[in-house]
């Protein structure tokens, strides 16, 4: 795999590949796929509640390159954002009036990089997710199964590429961070994979999806 660009292809993941049969195992055990119980799930926190958060939600979205070799997908999110600007990220956003999670997150899948609703299947929901910056971030987890060709949105996503698997589900290529804000200490996740940084809030994400399906 590459580097990230502004268009990439995903294929449907080899459903019997063991990394994926374990996955689709494992995650039949998270919440339903419709999100519908999230608000009752317990909440995974950078640092305090937050009881007034906002309600979001990402797309943790499985693949194959054009290899066969299971893989992630994320994006890089355009640098005139006024948050998080450059960073890596999930696609998400938002949960609007009358959605739930995985409708919120597959619609902005759909904005960000193209990605057509009825191309993947969603697997689970995993728990909340609380963000220092006030949101409430459901990971709703999902199957990409026909080959799809996604495309950035400039107007929110500078690139996008895909991450294998295996080196997301590898616990020493992760290390934890620490930077001060406003006089607090902010601990973190992060990894390089692809070239690129991931850390931060998409980091804890991710590990915290990870540490739900296959402990710690």
Same mark, same amino acid.
């Given at each position: 795999?590459?580097?990230?660009? =502004? ?9 019997? $590949? ?18 519908? +119980?999230?608000a009752?799930a317990p909440?995974?926190?950078e640092?305090?509640? #937050? ?19 299971p ?12 948050? #998080?600007?450059? /960073? ?6 938002k *949960?609007?009036?009358?959605? =739930? ?7 902005? $899948? %759909?904005?960000? @990089? $193209?990605?057509?609703?009825d ?8 728990? +909340?997710?609380? +963000?220092?910056?006030?949101? %409430?971030?459901?990971? @709703? *987890?999902?199957?990409i ?11 929110? @996503? ?15 290529? !992760? ?5 001060v ?9 992060? +990894?390089?994979? /692809?070239?690129?940084? *991931? !850390?931060?809030? =998409?980091?804890? *994400?991710?590990?915290?999806? #990870? &540490?739900?399906? &296959?402990?710690?």
């Amino acid at each position: 795999m590459g580097r990230s660009a =502004t268009s990439l292809t995903l294929f449907p993941a080899d459903a019997e $590949a063991p990394p994926l049969n374990a996955l689709a195992a494992r995650t039949g055990k998270l919440l339903p796929p419709d999100g519908s +119980t999230s608000a009752k799930a317990p909440r995974v926190t950078e640092v305090a509640a #937050h009881e007034s958060a906002k309600d979001a939600a990402v797309l943790v979205a499985i693949g194959a390159d054009h290899e066969g070799v299971p893989a992630l997908l994320l994006t890089v999110r355009a640098t005139h954002l006024s948050a #998080h600007a450059g /960073q890596v990220a999930l696609p998400g956003g938002k *949960i609007e009036a009358g959605e =739930t999670p995985a409708m919120a997150a597959l619609r902005e $899948a %759909a904005e960000e @990089v $193209a990605l057509p609703e009825d191309a993947a299947t969603v697997l689970g929901t995993a728990e +909340t997710y609380l +963000t220092r910056t006030g949101f %409430a971030v459901v990971p @709703v *987890i999902a199957r990409i199964d026909r080959p799809v060709t996604l495309t950035a949105n400039p107007g929110e @996503v500078s690139s996008v590429f895909a991450v294998p698997l295996s080196e997301l589900l590898e616990r020493a290529r !992760w290390r934890r961070g620490r930077i001060v804000h406003r006089g607090m200490v902010h601990r973190y996740f992060e +990894t390089i994979s /692809q070239g690129h940084r *991931i !850390w931060g809030v =998409t980091a804890g *994400i991710l590990r915290s999806v #990870h &540490y739900k399906l &296959y402990g710690p």
